[in-house]
């Protein structure tokens, strides 16, 4: 077997009713909230996929399913297990309230990997709110390209997507406010290559284009944590 066909076998986590599955799970938990982790997870899904053709990532199109999109589309899957006010606070949370929320990404690798789905899926969960020159959650002892790229991938399109996407009845950023917040964590949250790359996708193109001039921060704001 070579290395691409096994690669694409690994990815028999594509079956339908596992994906149906873990979706009723994401939509029960935000049933009523205003917020769609459904829809949330299938935008990181596409940019992060847009990102990976950027990047010349290698398989990225070998699957019918694709992998990078199905890593976005269930990288928050692990929320579903939070307590519902941890879960559903979109601000104001205590010290304590916050780390429990930060068990996020290591609850949703542990869903995965129970039910069987590949290691390369899994780490993307698991390492996507990471930061490339160290910090961010879960703790690790390594940092930069020791990340796994998915998840350096998954990072940068969450942080786009979560920041300019509506949250209940807070309405999302403006999408050059928020490139802007992105550039100036290039190189500490995020990988230079990697948000460079997200520059050259059609996403960006359609949501900033050439229009960057109009940049004006806003210092009231704070990041949802739905990242
Ligand atoms: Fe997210
Ligand atoms: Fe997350």
Redesign the pocket.
């Known amino acids: 077997m070579n290395r691409q066909s096994s690669f694409v076998d690994a990815f028999d986590f594509g079956n339908a009713s596992l994906i149906d599955h873990l979706e009723s799970m994401m939509h029960r938990a935000y049933q009523g909230s205003g917020y769609c982790l459904i829809e949330h997870g299938q935008m990181v899904g596409e940019v992060a996929a847009q990102i990976a053709e950027a990047l010349e990532y290698p398989f990225t199109s070998v699957n019918r399913i694709d992998p990078i999109r199905l890593a976005g589309r269930f ?2 899957i ?2 579903v297990m939070l307590e519902e006010e941890i879960r559903l606070r979109t601000g104001g949370q205590s010290r304590q309230e916050l780390l429990k929320f930060q068990a ?2 290591v609850l949703g690798a542990e869903i995965l990997r129970d039910l069987g789905v590949n290691r390369f899926i899994v780490d993307a969960v698991l390492f ?2 990471v930061h490339f020159a160290g910090g961010g959650y879960p703790r690790c002892f390594f940092s930069g390209e020791a990340i796994p790229l998915i998840a350096r991938i998954i990072g940068v399109a ?1 942080f786009f997507v979560s920041g300019t996407e509506d949250h209940g009845d807070r309405p999302g950023e403006d999408a050059a406010v928020v490139w802007k917040e992105l550039l100036e964590r290039r190189g500490t949250w995020f990988d230079p290559a990697v948000v460079d790359a997200f520059s050259r996708t059609p996403r960006f193109k359609v949501a900033i284009g050439f229009n960057q001039p109009r940049l004006a921060l806003n210092p009231d704001r704070s990041f949802p944590l ?2």
């Open positions: 990288h928050d692990g929320k996020h990404p996507h709110q969450d739905g990242a």
